[in-house]
């Protein structure tokens, strides 16, 4: 099966950066996807590595190591509306284009 | 343009009883998805439907979930003698097609089986 490992909750500053780490397991997979989601709101798409290495969007960027089945996600300049939960989502894997979510981390931006 | 759109927003059921929610994909998306999510927790996938294809229904955790869509527009899933374990809010996804990368996430259903 597919699984995948996030820690529960990061704490950081206005201002800071942060880094969210996601492990994985899988036999197999397409890409590595990264989804935000406010509290009571629906998971809004941020990023989605395909190939090894840094995907930059804005003050967002998305790293993906195949051989270490790690990834992870950055914020710059953190703002205090993204405190929110990040949830890492393996695509695909066999003959399905499914996305298998991660147990999320609660960030929590402190002024 | 109009997103994915879900009804009912909120449904307080009885166990037993069955439940019917209903999914409206963007225009065009030929991918669709269903996921639960509950309280606090990540989202588990159900169902996916692309085009025309057969769904892959490897998440549906019984035989009492089903799910239908027909061609590559609205979807419905129904839930048969609901129970309490079955209390989440229900979201449904739709994607341009297999080999997009964005999916589109509706507001969801909260279900409530007292």
């Known amino acids: ?111 | 343009g109009a997103g994915v759109s879900q009804s009912p927003s909120n449904k307080v059921t009885e166990k037993g009883k069955d439940v019917e929610l209903r999914c409206d994909p963007i225009s065009g998306h030929t991918a669709l998805y269903w996921y639960r999510q509950r309280l606090g927790q990540g989202l588990e996938f159900l169902i996916y439907f692309q085009g025309n294809s057969a769904p892959d229904k490897s998440g549906l955790p019984s035989d009492r979930f089903s799910a239908e869509r027909t061609g590559e527009s609205v979807s419905t899933l129904t839930i048969q003698r609901t129970q309490q374990e079955d209390s989440a809010v229900y979201l449904c996804a739709s994607m341009t097609g297999p080999s997009y990368n964005e999916q589109f996430f509706g507001p969801g259903t909260r279900l409530t089986v007292l």
């Open chain 1, 1 to 111: 099966g597919q699984s995948l490992e996030q820690p529960s909750e990061v704490t950081a500053v206005e201002g800071a950066i942060v880094q969210i780490n996601c492990t994985y397991q899988t036999s197999g997979f397409y890409g590595l996807s990264w989804y935000q989601q406010h509290d009571g709101g629906a998971p809004t798409f941020l990023s989605y590595n395909a190939l090894d290495g840094l995907e930059e969007t804005g003050r967002f960027s998305s790293f993906l190591s195949r051989s270490d089945s790690y990834g992870y996600l950055l914020l710059q300049e953190l703002q205090m509306k993204d405190s929110a939960s990040y949830f890492c989502a393996l695509k695909g894997g066999g003959a399905t284009n499914k996305l298998i979510f991660g147990t999320g981390t609660l960030l929590a931006v402190q002024p």
